[in-house]
Every structure is written in structure tokens, then in C-alpha cells.
């Protein structure tokens, strides 16, 4: 068990694993950006650390001074919540040089399933049936081709989106073309990741899923 843990997100996902870290008795850190210094997260934390001022690509996706906040803070462990660097296995890789466990899934596992792009490719290969996407697409113009292809309406997605990060929904051409740009944005500024693909919307689809937890020794456990 960790006696310290450094939680390298913001708002309500920072909140709730502070609380859990609380009932735990696991001390909390928490990082913010100058414009955050008022936030909840920050007043809940056991300790608060300032990232400096900037989009997230300057503070909550900051590598090098999210670690050595780890590290003045005695932290042994960062979870990284969901979105901003939770999905980036070179991260993953600085803590374990750093001596510092990531709370989440290995490099390696990241880097099959991370992003959803290459997830695809994955379940295709395994004989999953999948909506018709696309690959990554390099330009507007490739986008166009693809989404003609498949069918609108679209999806276009951000491929190291999460938590409903870097979607949108496109029903024609132009909806596309006013899209593209900033769903790549959102990409570059929350994931570090501006590469984008397109899937088939399905209008009144449901959503399930299962969640695998695992302690990498071969015990698992289905949550549903």
C-alpha cells in the first residue's frame, strides 16, 4: 500500500479518488494550473502543487514537472484519473524510470489498446465485427474520401480520445469540414494526440461494457 499518491487530474474524477484515497488513509497531492488554484480538487488534496499558467498541453500534460512534483512531494505512486495523460504510455514508462508506480495499465497495454485506431485493427484481426472507419486520416481531404466511402453520418474521433473527449458527430460534408480541425485540437491539447479516424454513427445504438480488472498474476475480475 502507497502512503502518498499524487493525482495527476482536475475536477470531479480528481475529487472522487481523492475521497477514496481519504476513507484508504493514503495521503493525497494534487497539481493544478494557475487558472484551477480556486478549485475543488485543490482544496480537498492534502497537498496542492502549482503547474504554472497555459492550456493543458503546459501544465496537466506537462511530463517533466508533473514527475518532479511526484518526487518533492514524496509521492510513490500518480494516478492519472481519466484523460489528460492516463492513456499515454510514454508517461508510463517516466514513472517506472522515475521509481514511481503508475496506477493503471502497463506501457505495452497501452500502446495495443490506448489508442482506439489501433484497437480496431485489433478486434478485426481476433474476427470482431466492427462499424465500417476508416484508418488515420493525414487531411481534410482524405476525410472527405473516407466518410464518402463509409456513409454518412459520421463519427469523426479522436483516436487517443477519452472520457467523450474528441468526438463529433457529422451528417453531411460540411459539418466534416467545420469539424476536422478541432477535433484534432481537442486531440493535441487533452491527449497530446491529434490523429483522428472516422466510424459509421449508429443512431440509437446502446452501450455496454465490462470492465477487466487484473493484477497481472492472472487474477481477474469482471465488473459489470
Do not use: W
Not at 501544465?59 to 512531494?73: D, F, G, H, K, P
Amino acid at each position: 500500500m502507497f502512503d502518498t499518491v499524487l493525482v495527476a487530474n482536475r475536477g470531479a474524477i480528481a475529487t472522487r479518488i481523492m475521497r477514496t484515497l481519504k476513507r484508504l488513509g493514503v495521503r493525497s497531492v494534487a497539481v493544478y494550473a494557475d487558472c484551477d488554484a480556486d478549485s475543488l480538487h485543490v482544496r480537498h488534496a492534502d497537498e496542492a502543487f502549482c503547474l504554472g499558467e497555459g492550456g493543458a498541453a503546459d501544465t496537466y500534460l506537462n511530463m517533466e514537472r508533473i514527475l518532479q512534483v511526484a518526487q518533492e512531494s514524496g509521492a510513490q505512486a500518480i494516478h492519472p484519473g481519466y484523460g489528460f495523460l492516463s492513456e499515454n504510455a510514454a508517461f508510463v514508462e517516466r514513472c517506472e524510470a522515475a521509481g514511481i508506480a503508475f496506477i493503471g495499465p502497463t506501457a505495452e497495454q497501452m500502446r495495443a489498446f490506448g489508442l482506439k485506431h489501433r484497437a480496431r485493427e485489433l478486434a478485426e484481426a481476433a474476427g470482431v465485427p466492427l462499424l465500417p472507419g476508416s484508418g488515420l486520416l493525414a487531411s481534410l481531404s482524405d476525410a472527405s474520401s473516407e466518410a464518402a466511402r463509409i456513409g454518412y453520418p459520421v463519427m469523426l474521433k479522436s483516436t487517443a480520445g477519452g472520457g467523450g473527449i474528441g468526438m463529433q458527430l457529422c451528417h453531411d460534408a460540411q459539418e466534416l469540414a467545420s469539424a476536422f480541425d478541432s477535433v484534432r485540437r481537442l486531440g493535441a491539447n487533452n491527449f497530446a494526440d491529434d490523429s483522428v479516424f472516422l466510424e459509421k454513427f449508429i443512431a440509437c445504438a446502446r452501450h455496454i461494457e465490462v470492465q477487466i480488472v487484473g493484477d497481472g498474476q492472472g487474477t481477474a475480475l469482471a465488473l459489470g
